[in-house]
């Protein structure tokens, strides 16, 4: 959640995603004033510009990928403005009327799709209004709010209280619901598919933002949601699924010495041996802990034994040289390419990497 203090708002009021400059255009208010902010996906602001008379008023915002403009919303006219380059600056085309105020989106093909809530329907029109359809929403009987169109055409609502979330395919068919009851909406203000936030994902991972309006300054913001596979098939979900069976447990009290809180555990395939770390022996230690200079164990996959131990406190764990000692390896894994093992720590965003001789048989 992007609160909308750190976006230099104190409201929220519509929101779209432009894919060509990766950032999210987040308009609302700063005092008396409009504000139409560049926001990454992370959070960062690019850039923020006040009174910009082409979005000023705006109820929805919309991305045409088709010519590179900014569809503005207004009650139910659409106006279609500059390319925002920089932040749309330039006079205004001749607006026109849509069918509904609900819920606003753009295709990938410009297409302009309408919500109309009072008959739980689509309305997919043409760039120029010449043509239209409309899309029955089925599967769901109370109204919905909001909309966003997926690059692969599948439509994403809210219910009007803004505790589920919607997805149907393209021809109006109910695909998946997701339940955000306890996530914090208060007062949904548009919907846009854009790329997860996180570096790690897959570029092409598409997650949900939603511009809440919230209650007050302290509560407006934008909400990331990932959306998780939809449901499997009911014939795919009485399939036979093969059971896990628990082969053994090994006891940290047997290692030698012992470990009192495993944290993190690897596989060194070169060795064969399990590689587990303890991420609070810092604070046993302060309680008389017997065994100082050990939070770090390889040992056989059958627990039998120990092989060697080894300590990411001492010098030659410092963080690029530094007097930042790894005192906390909650997580740990094993590259067998460089032979060498990424160690995090518990409240630190530094990744240690340590040679694998470093803990050698």
Known sequence: MLDAESLGLDSIDAITYVPGQDVLLVLGRSGATSV?????????????????????????????????????????????????????????????????????????????????????????????????????????????????????????????????????????????????????????????????????????????????????????GVYEFELMATPLADSVQAAAVESATLVRTIEGAALNPDSPDPSGIGYNSSLDRLVMTDGEIEEEKNNSYPYPGTNGWLFPRDGSSTSATFDTTNDECRAGGSLVRNVEPVGVAYNPASNTYFVVRDGSETLWELSASFAPL
């Open 36 to 220: 139409l902010a560049s926001v990454s996906s992370l959070g960062d602001v690019a850039r923020t510009a006040t009174q910009v008379p082409t979005v000023s008023g705006a109820d929805a915002l919309a991305f045409d990928a088709t010519d590179g403009s900014l569809l503005v919303r207004r009650g139910r006219r659409v106006t279609r403005a500059p390319a925002p380059t920089g932040h749309p600056t330039g006079a205004a085309a001749a607006s026109r009327p849509i069918s509904g105020t609900d819920g606003f989106a753009a295709a990938a093909d410009g297409r302009i799709f309408v919500l109309d809530s009072a008959r739980n329907a689509v309305v997919a029109e043409s760039s120029d209004g010449s043509t239209s359809s409309v899309i029955r929403l089925s599967g769901v009987e109370e109204p919905v709010s909001g909309l966003a169109v997926a690059p692969d055409g599948n439509l994403f609502t809210l219910d009007v209280d803004a505790t589920t979330i919607y997805e149907f395919r393209a021809d109006g068919t109910l695909l998946a619901t997701r339940d955000i009851n306890d996530d914090g909406l208060r007062a949904p203000q548009g919907l846009v598919l854009a790329p997860s936030a996180d570096p790690t994902d897959d570029p092409a991972k598409q997650n949900l933002y939603v511009a809440d309006g919230g209650t007050d300054a302290a509560s407006a």
